[in-house]
């Protein structure tokens, strides 16, 4: 079993950055692939980038590729997401999940990210 932490979220003008982070307990983190979702008010959650254990291979929603960019640490059991060109219609909660088999079964609490125009 893992938690998971999110932070890092908070307001930022269109065009900025933000890093969020993920801080995981356990010492099986580097067991799991990883990935990021959102979740913008009045619309369902939405996959965003995901991560495999070794950080190897990295997948993207279109809507962020080019801009977003997920990574991990094996050694400080933390996962980031660098947000990049930030946009309006980024707004949402951000979470990160860890997946077991095929499903992502582990979620933290979500940080919420705001992007003002």
């Known amino acids: 079993q893992v938690q998971l932490v999110e932070s890092g979220g908070g307001l930022v003008q269109a065009g900025g950055s933000l890093r969020l982070s993920c801080a995981a307990s356990g010492r099986t983190y580097s067991t799991y692939h990883m990935g990021w979702f959102r979740q913008a008010p009045g619309k369902e959650r939405e996959f965003v980038a995901s991560?495999?254990?070794?950080?190897?291979?990295?997948t993207y929603a279109d809507s962020v590729k080019g801009r977003f960019t997920i990574s991990r640490d094996n050694a400080k059991n933390t996962m980031y997401l660098q947000m990049n060109s930030l946009k309006p219609e980024d707004t949402a909660v951000y979470y990160c999940a860890a997946k077991t088999g095929n499903n992502y079964n582990y979620w933290g609490q979500g940080t919420q990210v705001t992007v003002s125009s």
């Open positions: 991560i495999t254990r070794g950080g190897i291979t990295t």
